[in-house]
Each structure stands twice: as structure tokens, then as C-alpha cells.
């Protein structure tokens, strides 16, 4: 069964230096990996997916993710962090019923 | 262009009552899905919806059921409420159910008291 790990339930990160936050992935043939970000109370907000081509994806709000087949893997990344890019970070794959499946997310506090 | 919308936004039921939240897609997708999202964790895939017929379902009891309207907007219906199913409960559309991207809506907070 497809399955997502998100292995740090937290990251902090000085606003300015770099951030990333970790994914990995489980599932059969090809995956089709997202990015999501949650605010308080809110939806989620969609950041970047990857499905095939450039290993290096970018998406909004200056966000970027990397795949990497042998290691399974699809970490987000931004160059500079901002203090706004405090949240809930959500990966996920879609299954073979079509359906996404999410991890359980990591809390992102970029610290001024 | 209007997003994925959900009314209310928030809900208070008491256990054994019946529940129903509604979703209007992002204008142009034409199909719905539905999450469970508790306090601290990732969204739940409950089912998805496409040409008004049930194409998917996660692992939930049949006491959740929806629909979808022939303008692509849904509805889910909790009935029998329990405690555990207080939650945020997150509707999101795409265009077609084959591996598109999800657009949220803002989600429904329901409390089960």
C-alpha cells in the first residue's frame, strides 16, 4: 500500500538561512508527489506536485522540492526562509484508487 | 475565480445526532473529495465523488455518506455522531479523478460534544 513519512514533526530554522523539510515515500510504479501548507485553521493550500521530468520542481511562494527515485524521496526546500512560512507542511502520493494519501506533516517555525 | 467553499464553518452536535456539510468545487472541476482531518494529523481520505456517483472510499464506516449535485457541488452526512468524529473536515475538487491536483476548501470544524 502506498504510504508517506514525514520524519521530523518539527523544524525550526533561522529566517534567511535555508530550509528543508524531509519526505518519504512507498508505492508501486510511478508516483505523483505533492506539497501542501496549511495555515491555522485554514485549508490546505497546494505548493508544487511532481509527476515525471525534472527532478527539481518549483513551485509558489519561492518553494522547491527534489525527487529522488533511489532514494525515495521528495524533500521540500526554499532558499530563504521567511518568518510567514510558518506552518503545517503536508506531503502526499496518490494511490492507485486515485486518491491522495497525506503524511502526518511537519510544523515549520521559521524564528526571527 | 472562485475557490473550493464549505458551509458552516463551524458545527457543535451532540453525540447520536445527524450532520451535513457542503461543498461547492473550484469553478470548472467536476469532481469531489472529502477528508478527516483530527487535531494533529494528516487529512483522512473519506471518499470522492465524480458524475454524481461514489468512484472511491477510504476506510470509514457507512454511518458517513455524501452526495454530488448535477452542478458537481457535495454533500457529506455523518450520522449517529460520535466523539471521535470531531474534526476538521477538508473538501477538495479537481478536474477529473485521474490523478489531478486537489484544491482545498477552508474546511468545516465540527465539534461532537
Known amino acids: 500500500a502506498q504510504s508517506v513519512a514525514q520524519p521530523e514533526d518539527q523544524v525550526n530554522v533561522a529566517e534567511g538561512n535555508p530550509l528543508t523539510v524531509k519526505c518519504t515515500y512507498s508505492?508501486?510504479?510511478?508516483?505523483?508527489l505533492f506539497w501542501y501548507v496549511q495555515y491555522p485553521n485554514r485549508g490546505l493550500q497546494f505548493l508544487l506536485k511532481?509527476?515525471?521530468?525534472?527532478?527539481l520542481v518549483k513551485g509558489s511562494y519561492g518553494f522547491e522540492a527534489e525527487f529522488n527515485k533511489s532514494q525515495t524521496s521528495f524533500h521540500l526546500k526554499k532558499p530563504s526562509a521567511l518568518v510567514s512560512d510558518s506552518a503545517l507542511y503536508f506531503c502526499?502520493?496518490?494511490?492507485?484508487?486515485?486518491?491522495?494519501?497525506f503524511g502526518p506533516g511537519t510544523r515549520l517555525s521559521v524564528l526571527p | 475565480d472562485a475557490g473550493v467553499t464549505q458551509s458552516p464553518t463551524h458545527l457543535i452536535k451532540t453525540r447520536g445526532q445527524q450532520v451535513t456539510l457542503r461543498c461547492s468545487p473550484k469553478s470548472g472541476h467536476d469532481t469531489v473529495s472529502w477528508y478527516q482531518q483530527a487535531l494533529g494529523q494528516g487529512p483522512q481520505f473519506i471518499f470522492q465523488?465524480?458524475?454524481?456517483?461514489?468512484?472511491q472510499r477510504g476506510n470509514f464506516p457507512d454511518r458517513f455518506s455524501g452526495h454530488q449535485f448535477p452542478n458537481y457541488s457535495s454533500e457529506l452526512n455523518v450520522n449517529a455522531l460520535l466523539l471521535g468524529d470531531s474534526a476538521l473536515y477538508l473538501c477538495?475538487?479537481?478536474?477529473?479523478?485521474?490523478?489531478?491536483?486537489?484544491?482545498f476548501g477552508p474546511g468545516t470544524r465540527l465539534t461532537v460534544l
Open positions: 508505492v508501486s510504479g510511478n508516483p505523483y
Open positions: 477538495a475538487s479537481s478536474l477529473n479523478y485521474l490523478r489531478d491536483t486537489q484544491y
Open positions: 511532481y509527476i515525471t521530468g525534472d527532478n
Open positions: 465523488y465524480y458524475e454524481e456517483e461514489e468512484r
Open positions: 502526499a502520493v496518490i494511490d492507485y484508487g486515485q486518491n491522495f494519501v
